[in-house]
């Protein structure tokens, strides 16, 4: 068996039916040897399954007054506009109809039409591929009412790699990397498209106003107005499974159970930040593959290093393990997303009882030692 | 079946997965009801215009979060709380207690789930898979994960492992 035990990130794809058939075979090899992980992924489905249950016998109540019937307002659209050609196309109405011969007798007159324009024409000759794509003439009557066909295909114009460097800057500038539920992507039409997730609207005014110099970059922030979680919205840990490890000493440490709430609410915080930064780095890297980078002149080169490297992570539980006198156990590998995930996993352990198979000081050690490389990875 | 009796039928198999949905992302109960409707008739009217939808419950729900996102926007509603903060019901055995509180935790656990941990539970509940969640909140595939393995996580927690 594999001696790494799947991030939790992974066993819930796996759980969930998510995974790849590489990551698949890798994961059910280890759950087949794996106690401690099979009861990891039984308690996830577990979870999965009460909720699902709960969600059954919580039925929502009927809406405030009876469903309107729909039919008088489809029969409205009906009268206020007829059916698309293609509608009627597809419903064989107009074959129905009895008018074939006139849609294919039009069809030959515009054909011919439209060879005399076209032949007449001081374009160029179009190559074969051209010509079967165009398909200049018989297709031209239909455009308007069809505009899934397009007689000549629209030049691409995409974002730039160099243009996708500067917004990528642009957006570490504004710190919209660090954690922010945003994400770069470029959209089948080549345009960038910055989407994102739960952000307040003062901050989506800040980055459309930084972002509204590149003409390329079109924004989707369908959640604006979902307010992010806060502690006074009751975001908090309030129900653990088992007592924690080191309570006492915590409790004391940060002074009462509800100061020790707070401080585990911003600490998984904070940790979600740098799992979704480890997120954003990763595609980053992802994006910007050997061979893309290759392409880069040196200016985006050192953009895309200043990117990467520029992060300062705070000061994590550095205190509390002076406190506990945790020695880090030996120095961890991995990478930042690695990192990252683990000092989620265990964090969530240490401060809300979740299962980690650990001891109370294992669990510590272990949790120092992946901090200090997730620093030692950000600095 | 004509284009009318499709439409219907869709009406009165998906209302409550829609409306449940908008109420999920905080719409009030008269606004979630009326932005269903308003969905469907969106749904006729893209139909009969001679576009295809190829699946129409995430199409439906993608118009849908748009359109509550859209409203809440506009009317500047406070995200609703889900009122799952009830008491445990009192019990005489103690077996029943122990149940009884195990499901109280789990409740309160999801009424204090983020917004967007809630959406993604509630469309992965409806069987929609990571990408489609993505498309339909607009976040990325690897979000969305990031989204459920937190709410899994702390619902773990709730139930006492």
């Given at each position: 068996m594999s001696n790494e035990h799947p991030a939790e990130s992974d066993l819930l794809l796996y759980v969930d039916g998510e995974i790849g058939a590489p990551g698949l075979r890798s994961i059910r090899a280890h759950l087949d040897a794996c106690w401690t992980c099979r009861m990891r992924a039984s308690e996830m489905q577990a979870a999965i399954v009460a909720y699902a249950s709960e969600r059954e016998k919580n039925l929502v109540d009927n809406p405030p007054r009876p469903w309107k019937d729909l039919r008088n307002d489809f029969q409205m659209i009906r009268r206020s506009a007829p059916p698309s050609l293609l509608r009627r196309i597809r419903s064989g109405a107009i074959f129905r109809a009895g008018r074939v011969a006139v849609f294919c007798g039009a069809g030959a007159a515009l054909a011919a039409l439209g060879w005399l324009v076209l032949s007449d024409s001081p374009q160029p000759i179009p190559t074969p591929r051209e010509v079967t794509t165009a398909s200049?003439?018989?297709e031209r009557p239909a455009i308007r009412e069809l505009?899934?066909?397009?007689?000549v295909p629209l030049a691409r114009r995409g974002v730039t790699r160099h243009e996708e460097v500067a917004i990528l800057a642009e957006l570490h500038r504004l710190k919209a990397?660090?954690?922010?539920p945003v994400e770069l992507k470029v959209s089948a039409g080549g345009d960038a498209v910055l989407a994102g997730a739960g952000l307040a609207p003062e901050r989506i005014q800040v980055l459309r106003e930084a972002l509204s110099k590149f003409p390329k970059v079109r924004l989707d922030f369908?959640?604006?107005?979902i307010k992010a979680p806060t502690a006074e919205s009751g975001?908090?840990?309030?129900?653990?499974?088992?007592?924690?490890?080191f309570e006492p000493e915590l409790l004391r440490f940060f002074g009462g159970r509800p100061a020790l709430q707070n401080a585990t609410n911003s600490i998984l915080d904070a940790s979600d930040s740098i799992v979704m930064y480890a997120h954003a780095l990763d595609n980053v890297e992802q994006r910007f593959s050997a061979d893309r980078r290759a392409a880069l002149d040196n200016e985006d080169r050192e953009t895309l290093d200043r990117i990467q490297s520029a992060v300062h992570l705070r000061v994590l539980m550095e205190p509390l393990f002076e406190t506990l006198k945790v020695e880090p156990a030996p120095r961890a590998k991995g990478t930042l997303l690695d990192a990252s995930l683990s000092v989620d996993h265990l964090l969530n352990a240490a401060?809300?009882?979740?299962?980690?198979?650990?001891?109370d000081a294992e669990l510590y050690r272990e949790l120092r030692g992946w901090c200090e490389r997730l620093r030692e990875l950000l600095q | 079946m004509d284009l009318n009796e499709r439409v219907t039928t869709a009406y009165e198999e998906m209302r409550m997965d829609i409306y449940r949905y908008l109420l999920t992302i905080g719409l009030p109960a008269h606004a979630a009801q009326d932005i269903t409707q308003d969905c469907f008739i969106r749904l006729f009217e893209t139909l009969h215009g001679g576009a295809s939808v190829e699946n129409s419950r995430a199409w439906l729900l993608r118009v849908a979060h748009n359109l509550g996102i859209n409203t809440l926007t506009a009317k500047g509603f406070d995200t609703a709380e889900l009122d799952f903060d009830q008491p445990a019901p009192a019990a005489t055995v103690e077996e029943r207690l122990i149940e009884e509180e195990r499901k109280h935790r789990l409740r309160r656990e999801i009424s204090l789930l983020s917004t967007q941990q809630r959406a993604c539970l509630e469309l992965r509940a409806q069987g929609l898979r990571y990408r489609e969640i993505g498309e339909i909140i607009g976040i990325s595939t690897s979000a969305v994960g990031e989204f459920l393995r937190r709410a899994i996580s702390r619902l773990r927690s709730a139930l006492g492992e």
């Open positions: 200049p003439v018989i505009p899934e066909i397009r007689a990397d660090l954690g922010e369908s959640q604006a107005s975001s908090l840990i309030v129900s653990r499974a088992r007592p924690i490890a401060l809300t009882g979740a299962h980690s198979g650990l001891t | -």
